[in-house]
């Protein structure tokens, strides 16, 4: 009896250990399944994303390539008549030409104002380091202390951004 009690502990013993191995390999199954699918999606979100920035690059590029063209473009009229300022003859009436100069250069700060910029930099401004670079300092009574007394080259902005700040004289 105690032979046959043994072995039906044993066999027991052996079905639980069976149980237990097959809940173990279902439950490593299970989770190999999942860590497939986690890999899966990490592998196509990586993708997804290397798409998107190619493509985000392509279209910045395209961008500023359009931004350069419609530029050069509100510039080209300009170039044309300074070409023919250019090719003007020798004997052409002097005041006809400072007329073509002055033209030209209200044509370019027209084309300028088309495209959103905007000249600074007067005398009698305050000075302001972020904007203006002062070349130089005067003794004056004539202004203020930190104004600008003199403009050697005006400043530009495009919108907010400071595209060349104003070479300026400041006053002490």
Same mark, same amino acid.
């Given at each position: 009896?105690?032979?046959?009690? =043994?072995?039906?502990?044993?066999?027991?013993?052996?079905?639980?250990?069976?149980?237990?191995?097959?809940?173990?390999?279902?439950?490593?199954?299970?989770?190999? =399944?999942?860590?497939?699918?986690?890999?899966?999606?990490?592998?196509?979100?990586?993708?997804?994303?290397?798409?998107?920035?190619?493509?985000?690059?392509?279209?910045?590029q395209t961008l500023v390539s359009d931004?350069?063209?419609?530029?050069?473009?509100?510039?080209?009229?300009?170039?044309?008549?300074?070409?023919?300022?250019?090719?003007?003859?020798?004997?052409?009436?002097?005041?006809?030409?400072?007329?073509?100069?002055?033209?030209?250069?209200?044509?370019?700060?027209?084309?300028?104002?088309?495209?959103?910029?905007?000249?600074?930099?007067?005398?009698? =401004?305050?000075?302001?380091?972020?904007?203006?670079?002062?070349?130089?300092?005067?003794?004056? =009574?004539?202004?203020?202390?930190?104004?600008?007394?003199?403009?050697?080259?005006?400043?530009?902005?495009?919108?907010?951004?400071?595209?060349?700040?104003?070479?300026?004289?400041?006053?002490?």
């Amino acid at each position: 009896d105690i032979q046959i009690d =043994e072995n039906i502990e044993e066999k027991q013993s052996d079905v639980a250990c069976e149980e237990t191995a097959e809940e173990e390999f279902d439950e490593v199954s299970a989770l190999a =399944e999942e860590l497939a699918a986690i890999k899966d999606t990490l592998l196509r979100t990586m993708a997804e994303y290397d798409n998107f920035r190619k493509r985000t690059a392509r279209e910045r590029q395209t961008l500023v390539s359009d931004a350069k063209a419609m530029t050069v473009e509100q510039l080209l009229p300009l170039l044309d008549n300074l070409e023919r300022a250019v090719g003007v003859s020798p004997d052409t009436d002097p005041a006809e030409i400072l007329k073509g100069v002055e033209m030209a250069y209200t044509q370019s700060k027209a084309t300028f104002e088309k495209l959103g910029v905007t000249a600074f930099g007067e005398v009698g =401004e305050q000075f302001d380091p972020n904007i203006h670079n002062a070349v130089s300092h005067i003794e004056s =009574e004539d202004f203020d202390e930190n104004v600008i007394s003199m403009v050697l080259q005006k400043g530009y902005k495009l919108g907010e951004k400071v595209v060349r700040p104003a070479m300026v004289q400041v006053a002490n």
